[in-house]
């Protein structure tokens, strides 16, 4: 049975966004999947939620188009009046992204800027274009990185545009605090996903290294995220504000 509440995960038609998306469907929340290109997978994501009880629909968002990002808003609108009858929603998950192995002396001006609208200018403004649709009393959770607190060679326009979004959370939870929106950061370690190609997962080097540095003995699955994010939108959560919460499994500690 719904409880009413409506969580909206971008890029959950695969990866991390689908497994939070199937434990937010799991405790009785609707979802609103968004994806940029993979259609048929998001379809596929949204029936396996019907299929168990669950309710779900599909958008298409490129959350580095910013200025599609208000007709995005809009379409929200329109669907979640349509499907649930409902004029607001209550958890945005901003998790959708993209990762590669860039070296500094390689990087150029076009990837940096693809990464900053992607990962960063794009979250900023799609929260700002969301949060007059969200209910009083929200939650919204930025998906950070590991590599915010390590360094990974290759990945210094990636994660520093992640801690541009740890500093955007915490000035979000002070400016939402008349809405009484929490705002929270998760920042997973490496998690065998299609990020950067399936770097971790297609490269058994990668993952024995890894795996070594780790305490838990292992790189992640998305099952270890999706559970953490539907966590922090449950009622017991309420009190956990403006807070980096690492999911690495201890990694480099
Ligand atoms: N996997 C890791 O090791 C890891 C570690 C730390 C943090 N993270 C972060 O976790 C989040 C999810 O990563 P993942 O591993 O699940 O990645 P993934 O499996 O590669 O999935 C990426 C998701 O983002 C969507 N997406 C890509 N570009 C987009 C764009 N321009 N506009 C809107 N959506 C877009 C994709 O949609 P389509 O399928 O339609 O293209 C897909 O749903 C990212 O923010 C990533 O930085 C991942």
Known sequence: MANNKIAIVTGGNRGLGKSMALHLAKQNTNVVITYNTNEAEANATVAEIENTGGSALALQLNIGNIASLATFAQAVSAAMQQKWNATHFDFLINNAGIGATIPFMQATEEQFDNF????FKGVYFLTQKLVPLMNDGG??????????????PGYSIYASMKSAIE????YLAKELSEKRIAVNVVAPGAIETDFNNAFVRNNPQVKSMIAANTAMGRTGVPEDIGGIVAFLCSPEAGWINAQRIEATGGVWL
């Open 139 to 152: 939650r919204i959770i930025n998906i950070s990185s590991g590599t915010t607190r390590f360094c990974n």
């Open 167 to 170: 500093t955007f959370s915490r």
């Open 116 to 119: 900053m609208n992607v990962h």
